[in-house]
């Protein structure tokens, strides 16, 4: 390039000590020999900013012009000299509040100490760059979006004709339920296959009492059951079940309890009560009086009176006699520290109060003592006549205890999440048990500790005479416990317990036992319930699968039903509760041996 072409320009002179003030202005393009070709332009220094020799490409019609801060035509928003605010650099990285990326840190600075101007206008072109392709950006944006609606509508149209497909089949289905549950018989054989009478791998160490699943299928065809009733009231699912001689009493999530008719299978708004906050977790019935357990920590008794002002005799008042711990034994066990416990680090508490959900109750066989177990882990032993409590066993489990039984012995088996069963006797004092008479021989000690399930136990039954303990758990197994023949009580033994073996069925967990006579009946979280029948309580079979419930089962009662003529068979009637919120009845036939 000639400089001679510029305008007021002078020579640049990087090493002369005296620096003027230089304007780099615009170039016309040389002659035409040099299109096509490239050019180096020598550095240059001017307004304290260093410029690096840069090659140049020439084009022919085109004049290449130079643009450097201070030219005759610079961008007013990038004016060094302008006595506004320069808006042109808020963009540039070295002026900016916000965080930026950090950069290569490989900067060519000069003496000057100047940033090198190649870095300031790649820069800036990008910013144009950017700032032009935005209305490009949101052309784009808006055909993705158009795309993606023509590609995913026929999708959600499938999903749509889907979704409507499966709410009629559901209709269907239910309506289906609905009409054939009232008193109508269903064929056993219709509901069990050979898949479902197969065991299910659970507690591989303990023997199956299973009896043979040939014989099982052979004899399956001569039992029978039928639905004869689907009792529908509440409206959450129902947690506990007990009979009395003409009641059903039913216990549910929200709170309620309610009455039925065995007879007439009918309830009332009068035989409803509501009470504490949560679910009821157990109910008992004694005489006149209902024991009901809470999820609010508490157990409530209620007094049952028939209304004999009606002709009807489903109707039943209850009242309100007291709930444990009463304000007589609350009183006089706060005064004295010693009746303070722990139950939790910074905070203590009477040992006469249960101090998370009563999870079960069970009656003396006498009917004198109410024993109580929760989820703080304790048990507590109340008397039936005034209410009072008697005995708590502190720390008895390691974790939430959810079953107790007691046999007609005396002893006070309990099953938790820890997935042990213990053995207790009132028999002198033991270690855990708290009273305002320690030393009394009327306290509960720990006899044995039966472990064989492999997760947490969540319900147990007896037989009549207390000598066969059944155990049920998550691990989809019903193990049977039975007591030593060498160490029976007659004989000086203490009467241990220890495992036969294990009813297998169930896919999934057992929450439920009942056992009448000889049966043992189980409910499952599988939404089945299963009827087992014993033969010299060493060998089971499974006699009837009972499938209707739409969710687990989570109560069961039974009795034997005295109404059935037919001496060629046993008969029995099933109440179980669900987390469908139906209660339903069966009547299940068995064939005598």
Not at 99 to 118: A, T
Not at 349 to 356: A, K, L
Not at 549 to 577: C, E, F, W
Not at 579 to 590: E, G, S
């Amino acid at each position: 390039m000639d400089p001679n072409n510029a305008d007021n320009t002078n020579v640049a002179n990087p090493n002369g000590d005296e620096q003027q003030r230089r304007v780099l202005g615009s170039y016309s393009a040389p002659t035409a020999d040099l299109y096509g070709k490239s050019i180096v332009v020598p550095p240059i220094a001017a307004n304290n900013f260093g410029l690096k020799p840069q090659l140049v490409t020439l084009t022919n019609g085109v004049n290449l012009e130079v643009n450097y801060m201070g030219s005759a035509t610079r961008n007013p928003n990038n004016d060094p000299y302008s006595k506004t605010y320069n808006q042109g650099w808020r963009n540039h990285p070295n002026f900016r509040w916000r965080e930026q990326p950090q950069r290569p840190q490989n900067f060519n600075h000069n003496s000057q100490g100047g940033f090198h101007q190649n870095n300031f206008n790649n820069h800036h072109f990008q910013s144009s760059q950017q700032v032009t392709s935005q209305p490009q950006q949101n052309n784009d944006l808006e055909a993705i979006k158009i795309s993606f609606r023509q590609e995913t509508r026929p999708s959600i149209n499938n999903l749509e004709i889907q979704m409507g497909q499966l709410a009629t089949k559901v209709n269907e289905i239910d309506q289906m339920t609905t009409n054939s549950l009232p008193g109508n018989t269903v064929p056993c054989e219709s509901h069990h296959n050979q898949t479902s009478l197969s065991s299910q791998p659970s507690l591989a160490s303990v023997p199956s009492l299973n009896k043979n699943y040939h014989y099982s299928c052979s004899n399956y065809s001569t039992a029978s059951y039928n639905c004869i009733a689907t009792l529908k009231g509440h409206n959450y699912y129902t947690s506990s079940l007990t009979l009395s001689a003409k009641f059903l009493y039913s216990g549910s999530s929200d709170r309620e309890i309610r009455s039925w008719s065995k007879q007439s299978l009918l309830t009332t708004t009068n035989n409803i009560v509501l009470a504490g906050k949560g679910a009821v977790k157990s109910l008992v019935v004694h005489s006149d009086k209902l024991f009901s357990a809470h999820q609010d920590n508490k157990i409530r008794v209620w007094k049952i009176t028939n209304n004999i002002n009606n002709h009807h005799d489903h109707e039943q008042k209850y009242t309100r006699l007291a709930t444990l711990p009463t304000l007589s034994d609350r009183v006089s066990k706060i005064l004295l520290p010693k009746n303070h416990v722990r139950i939790r680090r910074h905070k203590k508490s009477t040992w006469v109060h249960h101090v998370d959900a009563v999870s079960c109750l069970a009656l003396s066989h006498d009917g004198a003592l109410l024993y109580s177990a929760s989820w703080d882990r304790t048990i507590k032993i109340w008397r039936t006549r005034d209410f009072a409590c008697l005995e708590s066993v502190i720390n008895a489990h390691d974790d939430a205890i959810n079953a107790v039984a007691v046999s007609n012995d005396g002893r006070v088996y309990t099953g938790s999440a820890d997935k042990r069963i213990k053995v207790w006797k009132k028999k002198g004092g033991g270690q855990g048990v708290v009273g305002e008479k320690s030393k009394s021989k009327n306290k509960h000690y720990l006899v044995d500790t039966l472990e064989k399930h492999k997760s947490g136990i969540n319900a147990l039954a007896l037989n009549g005479d207390g000598s066969l303990l059944y155990s049920g758990a998550c691990d989809r197994s019903i193990l049977l416990w039975a007591k030593k023949e060498e160490d029976k009580e007659g004989e000086g033994g203490d009467g241990k317990m220890v495992v036969v073996g294990a009813l297998r069925g169930h896919g999934k967990s057992i929450l439920c036992l009942v056992v009448v006579m000889d049966f043992v009946v189980s409910g499952s979280e599988d939404k089945t319930i299963r009827v087992w029948r014993g033969f010299g309580g060493r060998e089971y079979t499974c006699v009837a699968v009972l499938e209707g419930h739409r969710g687990p089962i989570k109560s069961l009662t039974a009795m034997v039903d005295h109404n059935h003529d037919d001496p060629s068979q046993a008969s029995m009637v099933v109440y179980s509760g669900s987390l469908d919120c139906d209660i339903k009845v069966w009547k299940v036939f068995v064939p005598l041996p």
